[in-house]
């Protein structure tokens, strides 16, 4: 494994997540190059993909993350009363 798979796993991750969950839907623009950027990895997103997938998925993506963070911690503390 390369030093930077784990880059590429955590974000085959994300994407995974964030598609199974329905925050990422075939409805949004982004999705096909989610898809693609999960299915094939970065290297085979062409310049217009990177540029979708920086302006559009990563901002979603950021999203996501931070929102499953907020959840564990409300489900943490729910656990505690």
């Known amino acids: 494994m390369g ?3 784990h ?9 995974t997540d964030a598609i199974s ?3 990422l839907t075939s409805e949004d623009a982004g999705y096909a190059v989610a898809v693609k950027a999960r299915d ?9 993909e990177q540029d979708i997938f920086e302006f559009e998925l990563r901002p979603l ?3 996501f993350e931070q ?8 489900d943490e503390l729910e656990r505690q009363e």
């Open 7 to 15: 880059i590429a796993n955590e974000l085959t991750a994300s994407l």
């Open 61 to 63: 993506i950021e999203s």
């Open 67 to 74: 929102r499953k963070i907020e959840d564990m911690g409300r």
């Open 21 to 23: 969950s329905g925050y």
């Open 3 to 5: 030093w930077n798979d």
């Open 40 to 48: 094939q990895g970065m290297g085979s997103l062409t310049t217009l």
